[in-house]
């Protein structure tokens, strides 16, 4: 059983930028895909962002690209999401999620991740 706990949220203005990390207990991630996702009040849950093991392949929704970047320590046991030129519309609850294993495939469906954490709160608003 892997735990996964979100930090970094905050409420910013537009333009501004955010560091989210997702720390890692009860095992190590180091062989684990792992993925970002966000949920805006009254919306479903959305992929933003995935990282294979090795932190060599990446996956970002379009609404993001260029914007947020995925990263990982695995030394660390852990995960960061790089959030600049943050908008209004980026203003959601933020998760770290885990399927608890590595393939060929990044998956951006909530369906296919296992392990959440409990979320982190990101308001943009000027």
């Known amino acids: 059983q892997v735990q996964l706990v979100e930090s970094g949220g905050g409420l910013v203005q537009p333009g501004d930028s955010l560091r989210l990390s997702c720390s890692a207990s009860?095992?190590?991630?180091?062989?684990?895909?792992m993925g970002w996702f966000r949920q805006a009040p009254g919306k479903e849950r959305e992929f933003v962002a995935a990282?294979?093991?090795?932190?060599?392949?990446?996956a970002y929704a379009d609404s993001v690209k260029g914007r947020f970047t995925i990263s990982r320590d695995n030394d660390k046991n852990a995960a960061y999401l790089q959030m600049d030129s943050l908008k209004p519309e980026d203003t959601a609850v933020y998760y770290c999620?885990?399927?608890?294993?590595?393939?060929?495939?990044?998956?951006?469906?909530?369906?296919?991740?296992?392990?959440w954490g409990q979320g982190t709160q990101v308001t943009v608003s000027s």
């Open positions: 009860g095992r190590t991630i180091s062989t684990y895909h």
């Open positions: 990282i294979s093991w090795s932190g060599g392949r990446t």
């Open positions: 999620a885990t399927r608890g294993g590595n393939g060929i495939a990044l998956y951006t469906s909530t369906d296919a991740y296992s392990y």
